[in-house]
């Protein structure tokens, strides 16, 4: 499968008044988004198991279940993922229980 990068022309022709999308604003969200992960950080399996103490294997696991579970990943290729710094806090934002919301 061919994967297209976002270019600055296509986010340009996709904000313009004749596209056929539902809204510039989510072309101008996923410009944004494609721009952060080109640019943002990236952690490795073990870096990122590092992060969070816990076992690389642990990931791997998590990748392989179905649905896949953890923080979003990419497959650079066959043995190898990445994790975008973006994703991953967005991933631990959404793990986390505020218990002091809950208390009330």
Same mark, same amino acid.
């Given at each position: 499968?061919? %994967? ?20 510039? +604003?989510?072309?101008?969200?996923? *410009? $944004?988004?494609?721009?952060? #992960?080109?640019?943002?950080?990236? !952690?490795?399996?073990? +870096?990122? *198991?590092? #992060?969070? %103490? ?8 998590? %990748?392989? +279940? +179905?649905?896949? =579970? ?12 990445? !994790?975008?710094?973006?994703?991953? =806090? =967005?991933?631990?934002?959404?793990? %986390?229980?505020?218990?002091?919301? $809950?208390?009330?």
């Amino acid at each position: 499968m061919t %994967r297209k990068l976002l270019t600055t022309e296509r986010a340009t022709q996709l904000r313009s008044p004749d596209a056929q999308h539902a809204s510039v +604003e989510a072309a101008d969200a996923f *410009a $944004a988004t494609s721009l952060d #992960l080109l640019h943002g950080g990236w !952690y490795t399996t073990k +870096e990122l *198991a590092d #992060l969070l %103490r816990i076992d690389p294997s642990a990931l791997r696991h998590w %990748r392989t +279940e +179905e649905p896949p =579970q953890g923080p979003p990943f990419v497959r650079m290729a066959r043995r190898q993922c990445m !994790y975008s710094v973006a994703d991953v =806090q =967005q991933w631990l934002r959404a793990q %986390r229980t505020d218990t002091s919301a $809950a208390a009330q």
